[in-house]
């Protein structure tokens, strides 16, 4: 079954189209690209360097530790830098500390705050443990073979965790970010 096309649906059709044309909002297409350059996207990838030896048998239970960005982070489209390299970063710490028997301590790298180029604070994560040394299979050999002498070597502790000076660890941005034009500071 043909149906024919008549002149009337034909200018009928060419006016819709053109309305649709002129009515489609092109500058929020052009707004979106353009907002991919100020978009600092989630799950972005930023390398930090500890700018400070970090040895936590001086060091309180919480705190933070700090830290440098080792280069520029860039926005989504890769078009603009959001994040410059050598931006100070700080890294909230909280620490297992080490016990009786050789138990090792532990410490706990959560949340990494810094500063984009328009002076906005973002949230990185970074989730990441280290470990001390343990001495628990030591300490046990010598409780077996001086019983009971041996025993006093349960007062032994196990080893902290320490970061050095230069050290790199990766953090991811926590959530997307728009950031604005760059603060110049006089």
């Known amino acids: 079954m043909k149906t024919e096309i008549t002149p009337c649906k034909s200018l009928l059709s060419c006016i819709l ?20 350059s100020d978009l600092l996207a989630n799950k972005t990838q930023v390398i930090l360097r500890i700018d400070e030896e970090f040895k936590s048998k001086k060091k309180t239970d919480t ?23 050598g931006t100070p970063a700080f890294i909230e710490y909280s620490l297992e500390r080490n016990g009786a028997w050789g138990k090792a301590g532990r410490i706990n790298l959560s949340y990494v705050t810094t500063k984009t180029v ?11 443990s280290k470990r001390g040394g343990s001495s628990v299979g030591a300490i046990v050999m010598l409780s077996i073979i001086f019983f009971p002498i041996g025993l006093v070597s349960g007062a032994i ?12 660890l990766n953090a991811s941005v926590m959530i997307d970010v728009t950031v604005g034009q760059p603060v110049i500071e006089e």
């Open 157 to 168: 502790k196990g080893s902290m965790p320490f970061f050095t000076e230069g050290e790199l």
């Open 63 to 85: 705190g933070v530790i700090r830290a440098l960005v080792e280069s520029d982070v860039y926005s989504a489209d890769e078009s603009r830098v959001l994040i410059t390299a």
């Open 17 to 36: 189209i053109l309305a649709l044309m002129f009515s489609t909002p092109f500058g929020a297409f052009a707004q979106t690209a353009e907002s991919k």
């Open 118 to 128: 328009d002076n906005k604070n973002i949230l990185l994560s970074v989730n990441s």
